[in-house]
């Protein structure tokens, strides 16, 4: 059964740090991992989609790396600034399950001024 | 191109009630997803639509939940009768039919609490 973990499960920096998101997963058996942002009491918004042949992706200040043999992904978010508060979340889409997602709790980020 | 629409964007009823949200995904997208986020954990699947057929309804609770996808494209989910527990965000997701490596596109989800 695929399980999906992120660490931390809060974090708070202040404005400008470069910081990392981890996600980790137990089963190498999937499409894709996407990063989702979400804003208090919103959707789901999508930030970047790795392919399971991919390492990275990246936009703006962002990039997100997969290593499907340990199961890890990472999300780096450069020069943070408060408007990236919100909740991280990532997900895996498995194979032979009607390619559903499998989600983390999410990490909830703070970005002080 | 449209996002995926939801409505209403927040609902409060009391327990044992009855409540339905409703979905358009995007245009030309065959599969629907609905997903159920209490607060404070990831979103869990409900239940997948290939068209109008059901494809994964294994976490549905089917006594009290139901969810139909006429014409395949609108859907509706419903719960009759709610409980304390049913409070949490539904969330309604499409992608593209045939295409796992295409992401998903959520809508801004329905809000709702029971008390």
């Known amino acids: 059964k695929q399980e999906v973990t992120q660490i931390p499960a809060a974090l708070s920096v202040p404005e400008g740090e470069n910081l990392v998101l981890n996600c980790s997963f137990t089963?190498?058996?999937?499409?894709?991992l996407q990063w989702f942002r979400q804003d208090p009491g919103k959707g789901l918004t999508s930030l970047l989609l790795?392919?399971?042949?991919?390492r990275e992706q990246t936009s703006g200040r962002l990039n997100a790396s997969l290593d499907k043999s340990s199961g890890r992904s990472t999300l780096y978010i450069a020069a943070s600034q408060p408007g990236d508060s919100a909740t991280y979340l990532c997900?895996?889409?498995?194979?032979?399950?009607?390619?559903?997602?499998?989600f983390g709790q999410g990490t909830e980020l703070s970005v002080k001024p | 191109e449209a996002g995926v629409a939801q409505s209403p964007r927040y609902k409060i009823i009391e327990k044992r009630q009855s409540v339905a949200f409703w979905c358009n995904p995007i245009?030309?997208?065959?599969?629907l997803y609905w997903y159920q986020q209490i607060l404070g954990q990831g979103p869990k699947l409900l239940i997948q639509?290939?068209?109008?057929?059901?494809?994964?309804d294994s976490q549905l609770p089917k006594d009290r939940f139901s969810a139909e996808r006429l014409k395949g494209v609108d859907s509706t989910l419903k719960i009759q009768p709610a409980k304390l527990e049913d409070s949490a965000v539904y969330l309604c997701?499409?992608?593209?039919?045939?295409?796992?490596?295409?992401?998903?596109?959520f809508g801004s989800g329905t809000r709702l609490t029971v008390v």
């Open positions: 997701a499409s992608s593209l039919e045939g295409q796992p490596s295409y992401g998903y596109t």
């Open positions: 089963d190498s058996a999937i499409y894709n």
């Open positions: 790795i392919q399971s042949s991919q």
């Open positions: 997900a895996v889409r498995i194979y032979n399950q009607g390619g559903k997602l499998i």
């Open positions: 245009s030309g997208h065959a599969t």
């Open positions: 639509f290939q068209n109008n057929g059901v494809v994964d």
